[in-house]
């Protein structure tokens, strides 16, 4: 047997590639697992340490940006009311159809499901969607809230509630968003009425506008809002939280004017802008000008089928609009009167 001898410098080659080798496989390892460095983009490390909201979020932002839309949706929300077609889901959708530039907007809206057949529905649109337990947990294990929850009910008044936590915990993991209820029809892009820099904190709906954007007189509605996130937003929500047990009865909403009706906005330095209704509009107080409507809020209704009944007459409205624009002022419009929901509170 003849064994190969080597010399000293094939000796040392080998030596220090075997040095090289060691040393790369340091250093990959120090710059994955060191805390004060920036991971290494698409790892699976990077995938299995994020949980499930973190991406469905990054999913749906714009890009290059932490900005999506949030709305939310339930089984009465996804079926068709007493058996007839269109879903309230449906209606919100045709919104961004029927809409002027707001059919791209669904791909950064993130759907999310209270209950197991509103989440299969929602990935039958082929939305972002994300599933939200009837505990607000996250496990999609339960169905508490899949049926009508009539206004200001027990169970209503809970729903809302498992709403504002879901949100503060999107705030904190960085994002703005403008949160819609589901019974608003977007007509317009949204964005180009709100302002997208840091000026303002929170930019929210009023159910009537006073003609002073900065006047904390006006009366909000948390159906539409945008809002930036930072520690003055985030200290808001988590007060406006924390006081669900001490507001027995009361809606988040109320609880939130509440609160901001007491300084609570000035207590912790956030900067609101107040809505008008001339673009933020909804059936408590119509916009007065069709040309500059962006969103028509279901508002002031009792119940979901009133409030189906009256969304699509504003669809039928906004169509007639569309295909016979007679005033370019606007002001001879009329929107049908929402004698569903009106109705609604007598029954």
């Not at 080597?6 to 030596?15: G, Q, T």
């Not at 169970?155 to 915990?169: A, G, H, K, P, Y």
């Not at 802008?273 to 028509?296: A, E, I, K, P």
């Not at 279901?298 to 669809?315: F, P, Q």
Request: proline share 2%; net charge negative; charged share 25%.
């Amino acid at each position: 047997m003849v064994c190969k001898r080597f010399s000293i410098v094939d000796l040392l080659v080998l030596a220090l590639c075997m040095i090289f080798a060691a040393t790369f496989f340091f250093l990959i390892s120090w710059i994955r697992f060191s805390p004060n460095s920036t991971p290494l983009p698409n790892t699976d490390l990077e995938i299995i340490s994020r949980d499930e909201l973190e991406i469905a979020l990054e999913n749906a932002a714009m890009a290059g940006s932490k900005n999506l839309f949030i709305a939310f949706i339930n089984r009465a929300y996804v079926e068709p009311h007493e058996n007839e077609y269109p879903s309230m889901l449906d209606l919100f959708l045709e919104g961004f159809w029927e809409g002027e530039g707001t059919r791209q907007l669904l791909d950064h809206l993130l759907v999310v499901a209270m209950d197991k057949a509103a989440h299969e529905r929602c990935e039958y649109r082929r939305l972002n969607c994300y599933m939200l337990d009837g505990d607000g947990d996250g496990d999609g294990d339960g169905d508490d809230f899949a049926g009508e929850k009539i206004y200001m009910t027990g169970d209503f008044i809970e729903m809302m509630w498992i709403r504002t936590s879901f949100l503060l915990n999107v705030l904190k993991k960085g994002y703005n968003f403008i949160f819609t209820d589901t019974d608003v029809l977007w007509l317009r892009n949204p964005l180009t009425r709100l302002s997208m820099n840091e000026t303002f904190d929170l930019q929210i709906s009023a159910d009537s506008f006073n003609g002073n954007s900065s006047s904390e007189l006006n009366h909000i509605n948390t159906g539409f809002y945008y809002v930036r996130s930072n520690k003055r937003t985030i200290s808001l929500f988590e007060t406006w939280y924390d006081m669900r047990n001490n507001s027995t009865g009361m809606k988040e909403q109320d609880v939130l004017e509440q609160l901001v009706s007491r300084g609570i906005l000035d207590e912790l330095d956030v900067t609101p802008r107040f809505l008008d209704t001339l673009y933020f509009s909804g059936f408590c107080s119509d916009s007065q000008n069709v040309n500059m409507v962006v969103t028509v809020h279901a508002n002031c209704c009792r119940t979901i089928g009133a409030k189906m009944v009256d969304l699509k007459a504003v669809l039928r409205d906004w169509e007639g609009f569309k295909n016979n624009r007679i005033s370019d002022d606007g002001f001879s419009f009329r929107w049908t009167n929402h004698s569903s929901c009106i109705n609604s509170w007598v029954q």
